[in-house]
């Protein structure tokens, strides 16, 4: 069992905790606010993600990284079958519905995302490359923002969460930068972050009616 798999069964086991006055055992069930605390704990970047909105059959929900890179797209995850893919049947309506990601830094160029949605969670690597010029050097360097949470989920739409994107370039400063909003709205394929980045993954979900 990896880390993450372990933490995540860890935060969703059951919580055994002991009274003095009534010397007595209390079971309490593990909350999603229990989970996030003992990923920062842990070490890990937290945005999480509350969706609220009617079910009325068996849906799925599949996490989504679209790769940016120089002006190209591609579905980062799309070669995997079945990835992250997971189902939600017969919730109430009006249900709120938690979407997790965390991301681990693992070295200067590689990120770890896990995205979590129920009590299933899924992880992928992400790399980046150096940026710079020969006067300001070459190294690694991006940035990790989230997206507004939309107020409901579209069917059959890519709905963006957290975009990590790297750093480039700039003449007039002579030197790397990245710097944009606290948070990304619909808006943010005209943001300056967007069109001068040179590699952008940004990590989502959609969500599919099955029956």
């Given amino acids: 069992m990896n880390k993450f ?4 069964a860890a935060a969703f086991a059951v919580i055994t905790v002991g009274t003095t006055q009534a010397q007595s055992v209390v079971k309490k069930d593990a909350t999603i606010e229990d989970y996030i605390k003992l990923l920062k704990l842990s070490g890990y970047e937290v945005f999480s993600h509350d969706f609220s909105f ?3 059959g068996m ?6 990284i679209m790769k940016y890179e120089n002006g190209k797209v591609e579905n980062f995850t799309q070669e995997i079958e079945n990835w992250g893919f997971c189902l939600v049947d017969d919730a109430p309506t009006d249900s709120i519905r938690n979407y997790t990601i965390s991301t681990q830094t693992l070295n200067d160029s590689t990120v770890k995302c896990y995205c979590r949605f129920g009590e299933i969670g899924y992880d992928r690597e992400i790399t980046f490359k150096k940026v710079g010029d020969k006067n300001s050097g070459y190294y690694y360097f991006f940035v990790k923002k989230p997206f507004i ?10 709905v963006p969460l957290v975009a990590i994107s790297s750093g480039w370039y700039d003449a007039e400063i002579e030197s790397v930068r990245n710097c944009d909003v606290d948070e990304f709205d619909s808006d943010y394929l005209n943001t300056a972050t ?3 980045s040179p590699l952008i993954y940004v990590i989502g979900v959609k969500c599919l009616k099955i029956q």
């Fill in 194 to 196: 967007f069109k001068s």
């Fill in 54 to 56: 009617p079910i009325d």
């Fill in 59 to 64: 849906y799925g929900f599949m996490p989504l």
């Fill in 149 to 158: 949470t939309p107020n409901e989920l579209k069917l059959n739409e890519f």
């Fill in 5 to 8: 798999k372990f933490l995540v």
